[in-house]
C-alpha cells in the first residue's frame, strides 16, 4: 500500500456515492453497493460482504453509515450494517432482540439499541 494509492482509494471513496472502493487479494475493486449484503467490524478490521466474496475497506463502519444511502442500509448492531433489500426473515423474539436473516442464509442479530429504529423502518 503506497500512498498513491491510499490517496486513489481516498478519492474514489469521497466521489462514489452508489459503489466502494474495497480491497482484495486481487487488489483495489470496486463494489456497487446494490451487491453489498453486510458491512461488518470484525478483530479491528471492516469487511464487506458480497455473494461474490467478502472483501476488506479502510473506512470505519461510522464513515460507511454517513456514505451509504439510508433508504438501502441500516445499522443493526455497533459493529454491522445490512442492505435492507438483502433480508429475507427477521425474527422477533419476546425478549425484544431481532434475529435478522440475509440472502445466503447469513444469520445475524439486531442489538437492542438499534431495535426501535428497525421497527420504525418496516413499520412494525
Not at 500512498?3 to 474495497?22: Q, Y
Not at 487479494?25 to 461488518?40: F, L, Q, S, T
Request: hydrophobic letters at 40%.
Amino acid at each position: 500500500m503506497t500512498d498513491e494509492i491510499a490517496e486513489i482509494m481516498k478519492r474514489l471513496s469521497e466521489h462514489t456515492v452508489d459503489s466502494l472502493a474495497v480491497f482484495s487479494h486481487r487488489g483495489v475493486e470496486i463494489v456497487h453497493n446494490k451487491d453489498i449484503i453486510r458491512i461488518y467490524a470484525e478483530k479491528q478490521k471492516v469487511y464487506v460482504k458480497t455473494k461474490d466474496g467478502i472483501y476488506t475497506v479502510r473506512l470505519r463502519l461510522y464513515e460507511l453509515e454517513e456514505k451509504l444511502d439510508n433508504q438501502l442500509f441500516i445499522r443493526i448492531s455497533k459493529s454491522e450494517i445490512v442492505n435492507i433489500r438483502m433480508i429475507t426473515n427477521m425474527d422477533i423474539s419476546i425478549t425484544g432482540t431481532i434475529g435478522v436473516t440475509l440472502k445466503g442464509d447469513i444469520k445475524t442479530f439486531a442489538s437492542r439499541r438499534y431495535v426501535t429504529k428497525i421497527k420504525k423502518l418496516f413499520g412494525i
